[in-house]
């Protein structure tokens, strides 16, 4: 119940184990073209381009922001926690010129300031944001800014690692141009590939490059020769398992249905914060429409000790929750309920083992309201 | 029987399927430890900064050359084969300045040489070279190159992706500053991750960069602040499953001794050799001591169509082997007996399935008497 990864089904460590074939075998290349399908269902997209690089999601955001921009180019980056300030890093590795654009941790950008930020700079080529921050639990809302960046002549590059297939997310609808993501939070699969997306006129926009990519390995133009059928031109080896893997975990995506999935992420969170109001504890994030279902960051309360609380919960309940990073260090826990972990019984267990940690360690929080509270909300 | 993946040992496959801990989690920190103690004996050695990075073969080519070589530096690159022209373009995406050294397909290079090039243009810090060439079969010695290196003030990088845990390879003996592999090969795991090593002199070469790499995902003074015990300092999710199997994979390695197993990839190669020159086929590289014996390069005879029989036994005997690439498209297959794949019933039942396929096509080849001649080897 940390910020990924996530618990597996079953069904994904099966297929992660079932037997290797080669990376050009005809059955491996019909698994991969059923895995594009299925991920664009999930990205809500029709893009072509859409496939699993073979790292973390990490990788898909140097893919990203490394085939798209070049060297000089400018990229508004959003900032306003961990993985905003590593794209900045990202993006000047390449060459990229970084306009950094910030917001305290636990906040989200307005519409209005990003379209702000175009009209003053017209040279900015691209905004880049993450939906879900990880760091903060803060959700950032996508809607308008496809076409705020339209209009400015820029691309828009999303980083939905937490948020994809937990968390409503239309690559077309919203103009999304570049769209990255990682296997192990709401997709709930083990971590090592990072599922991408790519419109049509961001693919265009690589192929009409200057210079090649720094990267040859996340070079999306080579990738892409490999995963297109008819192509098929070898790049690298692909990893096969994590592939299997993969295509299994999407397929209980499709099963459960994309808005079924959401609702339940959703509905979890409301308990898990309902129970944790109970408590006397406040979510980091006031706004409930801007809190993240599947990273729910809460304050610590003064007097309660974070580490102690976090070893007792793993020591004696076998619960990993995530410590706060940077400015939120101690001040902040992080509950993730992603994928299979976002169930109604982990919600419940958290609470009545954080009530048993916290009495144990006499912290004067009042205990015992918590399970009910969660409960009362599962009830209606 | 490709040039890999090869198969996976049934150990491997229940580790991979192992329940996901945290990648902070204790219980995963200890198995980090133990997996970069057991790749230090593979390598056979001492270096600090030995680690398994997160993507395959390729991205530790990318790994290597991207964190040694600074923009407008000098790297030899020894091409004799695809690998070799790979690196030549990871180089230059880097901004590294490529001298080609060349060599036919299927040749391998003369210390001579090497030592002649870096005596001829005393700017070249870096000679990369491929000790198995997967596209030919070719076996490069390795044993004098550091010391030649050494003498120039440069530094040795050496892409052991096919080699590593099935032929003789000594890291610290034989001087070897960067030298990466691949999981999926003689290590007999799924792809998807690249085990490293680099030197003390090569870290520190790297601690000492005037710009950062290009590249954050494989940033090696990131990547190794989160192995370092003490350190662990988050930087990306690592794919706990694949090193899951990667620790059980050269615990393998370990049970059956480094020694035993380089002779046993020797004895089926040989096996392998013999029966196809029974049936009149001659091998590409015609120095036995330069043949590597994990990936049996074969010449195809005129008059053998090379799709029709590499797809008789993929169809009738689920057989895969490796077709020619670049220059040897057509005119070779490639035959690997690799880690698990490396078995003497592999070895008699591609015979036995070869000459069955030859005799349906009717190709005028004499068959009959390749599997007792492989089998007279095994029996000495």
Same mark, same amino acid.
């Given at each position: 119940m940390g910020p990924g990864p996530s618990d597996v089904h079953s069904r994904v460590y099966r297929a992660l184990s079932t037997q290797l074939v080669g990376h050009l075998d005809p059955e491996f290349l019909a698994i991969m073209d059923n895995l594009q399908s299925m991920l664009r269902t999930v990205f809500r997209t029709e893009n072509r381009v859409t496939i699993a690089l073979s790292g973390t999601g990490s990788s898909g955001m140097e893919a990203t922001i490394g085939n798209l921009v070049e060297p000089g180019e400018k990229i508004l980056v959003c900032v306003n926690g961990v993985f905003g300030t590593r794209m900045c890093d990202v993006a000047e590795r390449v060459g990229g010129r970084v306009v950094r654009l910030e917001r305290a941790w636990g906040e989200v950008f307005d519409a209005s300031e990003i379209r702000q930020a175009l009209e003053s700079d017209s040279d900015i080529r691209f905004v880049s944001i993450v939906h879900a921050e990880t760091s903060t639990g803060a959700l950032q809302p996508l809607s308008e800014l496809g076409d705020i960046c339209q209009e400015h002549g820029a691309y828009l590059i999303v980083d939905a690692v937490t948020s994809l297939a937990g968390l409503d997310l239309r690559v077309d609808e919203w103009k999304v141009d570049a769209c990255y993501s990682g296997t192990?939070? %709401?997709?709930? %699969? =083990? =971590?090592?590939l990072s599922p991408v997306t790519f419109s049509d006129r961001a693919v265009e926009k690589i192929r009409g490059r200057k210079s090649k990519g720094v990267s040859w390995y996340l070079d999306l133009n080579l990738i892409d020769n490999y995963w297109t059928e008819g192509q098929r031109v070898y790049h690298h080896t692909a990893p096969i398992s994590m592939n299997y893997a993969l295509h299994e975990a999407l397929s209980l995506v499709l099963e459960e249905g994309l808005e079924n999935r959401y609702a339940r992420h959703a509905s979890n969170s409301r308990s898990l914060v309902a129970g944790l109001e109970a408590l006397g504890f406040s979510m980091l994030v006031e706004d409930e429409s801007k809190r993240l279902p599947m990273l729910n960051s809460v304050r610590i309360p003064d007097g309660v000790p974070d580490a102690d609380v976090r070893s007792g919960l793993l020591r004696d309940f076998n619960i990993e929750i995530g410590a706060g990073l940077g400015p939120f260090a101690g001040k902040i826990w992080r509950v993730g309920l992603m994928?299979?972990?976002?169930r109604r019984e982990n919600v419940l267990f958290f609470l009545a083992a954080l009530e048993t940690v916290l009495r144990a360690l006499d912290t004067g929080v009042k205990v015992g309201a918590g399970v009910d509270a969660a409960m009362e909300l599962y009830r209606r």
């Open positions: 192990q939070k %709401c997709l709930t %699969c =083990p =971590p090592g994928g299979e972990s976002s």
